[in-house]
């Protein structure tokens, strides 16, 4: 099992509609959670953080988080055709000598005008 | 410019020879972050140093590969006697000093595109 599963994708919804992304991890004392951006040719983005159980609300983000299923969610409303990239999961992992993020494979997102 | 910034953007080089990555973490951030990245593959974890300490290497190939992050300057990845499956985009990406299990979020540079003849 990886550590951090997303699928590929890619989603395509149409522009205005709510685009959610799925996350799945491994760890269960895992406690940091991030969703970054990345367009093509580009350097991943920090779009949100989460660290509790629950929602977390910036603009038209909304992260969710469970850790009891192991699951963190990206909702983004009102898509965009500029919303159009590559979103990847990451999760802090317990390593050997530390934790560390570690990345999912990321789900590309496609914004139909 | 006060992010993290990665020196140089592109860098080609023929086999055999070496590559050296230059990081600089954000200002106020004593923490960095090596990954390497495949096309259309997810970013892998290769190295996590903080001033003149390795923390964990684990995911760095045990051959020609070696990073630092010296008490002054850059931190430096080096990759000696590079082969073709050393092309990649090589990211670094900085945090604050954290404590227990909360990890600040990474801000990553640019990348370096490494490109083998």
């Known amino acids: 099992q990886k550590e951090v599963e997303q699928n590929s994708g890619p989603l395509s919804v149409p522009e205005g509609a709510i685009a959610s992304l799925n996350c799945t991890y491994s760890d269960r004392g895992s406690q940091s959670f991030f969703w970054y951006r990345q367009y093509s040719g580009k350097s991943p983005e920090l779009i949100m953080s989460i660290y509790s159980n629950g929602d977390k609300e910036d603009g038209r983000f909304t992260a969710q988080l469970n850790k009891a299923s192991q699951y963190v969610s990206l909702l983004i409303r009102d898509s965009q055709p500029s919303d159009s990239a590559t979103y990847l999961c990451a999760v802090n992992i317990r390593g050997d000598s530390s934790y560390k993020l570690i990345f999912g494979s990321g789900t590309r997102l496609l914004v139909r005008p | 410019n006060a992010g993290v910034m990665q020196n140089p953007r592109h860098l080609v080089r023929r086999r055999g020879q070496e590559a050296r990555l230059r990081c600089s973490p954000m200002k106020g951030h004593s923490h960095v972050y090596w990954y390497r990245q495949l096309p259309e593959e997810g970013l892998k974890f290769m190295v996590y140093l903080q001033k003149e300490n390795i923390i964990d290497e684990s995911g760095m190939p045990k051959e020609r590969f070696s990073a630092e992050f010296p008490k002054e300057g850059p931190s430096i990845l080096r990759i000696q006697q590079v082969v073709r499956g050393d092309s990649a985009a090589y990211f670094c990406?900085?945090?604050?000093?954290?404590?227990?299990?909360?990890?600040?979020?990474?801000?990553f540079g640019d990348g370096t595109r490494l490109s083998i003849l």
């Open positions: 990406a900085s945090s604050p000093f954290f404590e227990g299990l909360y990890n600040q979020p990474q801000h």
